[in-house]
T-cell receptor, first 114, second 115 residues
């Protein structure tokens, strides 16, 4: 199994509070991703990183920011959580940036915003 | 337009039978990859199988095979000899040569294996 750890695994937070989710990998893969999973939508890309301090937006990036200060860590921050951000969040990693490359996923973080 | 379409929200199959989960895709790239992932009730995403757009043979991995029909833009997953442990959500996904940063997912098919 790919060494990907997400923390926390579950979190309940109040609307308007900041929340940070952490993804830690031990595979030394260059590319890291944050997805959210919602019923009827599958998984959708929020942000991704192609190196330390190199990040870019995905298809659903509004309301989220990311940071990557070390190869192994990729943080996702909800600056002011809203109920629409209640979701399951997955971190993923891949070794290279090509169309034939599978991504390996962490176990997910279930976030509930009340 | 949806890049990945999975039209079967739920499927049932008898234990030991084969089942096909449908996936169609939309891309204008010549080079792309197609993937299937399994998500059991525990929630993790497990990579099952990959098919490249230039691969002439259908991919196989144990009991999983991918029925790739390029002209029809379909990439159906076939599970042979279904087992109770195959009960899960299955997602089809695609990564394109242009914009390979993103793995586009379908909405998934929930497979239930009946004893």
């Amino acid at each position: 199994d790919a060494g990907i750890t997400q923390s926390p695994r579950h979190k309940v937070t109040e609307t308007g509070t900041p929340v940070t989710l952490r993804c830690h990998q031990t595979e030394n893969h260059r590319y890291m991703y944050w997805y959210r999973q919602d019923p009827g939508h599958g998984l959708r890309l929020i942000h991704y990183s192609y190196g330390v301090k190199d990040t870019d937006k995905g298809e659903v990036s509004d309301g989220y920011s990311v940071s990557r200060s070390k190869t192994e860590d990729f943080l996702l921050t909800l600056e002011s959580a809203t109920s629409s951000q209640t979701s399951v969040y997955f971190c993923a990693i891949s070794e290279v940036y090509r169309e034939w490359t599978e991504a390996f996923f962490g176990q997910g973080t279930r976030l509930t915003v009340v | 337009a949806q890049k990945i379409t999975q039209t079967q929200p739920g499927m049932f199959v008898q234990e030991k039978e084969a089942v096909t989960l449908d996936c169609t895709y939309d891309t204008s790239d010549q080079s792309y990859g197609l993937f299937w992932y399994k998500q059991p009730s525990s929630g993790e995403m497990i990579f099952l199988i990959y098919q490249g757009s230039y691969d002439e043979q259908n991919a196989t991995e144990g009991r999983y095979s991918l029925n790739f029909q390029k002209a029809r833009k379909s990439a159906n997953l076939v599970i042979s000899a279904s087992q109770l442990g195959d009960s899960a959500m299955y997602f089809c996904a695609m990564r394109e040569m242009t914009g390979a940063n993103n793995l586009f997912f379908g909405t998934g098919t929930r497979l239930t294996v009946i004893p």
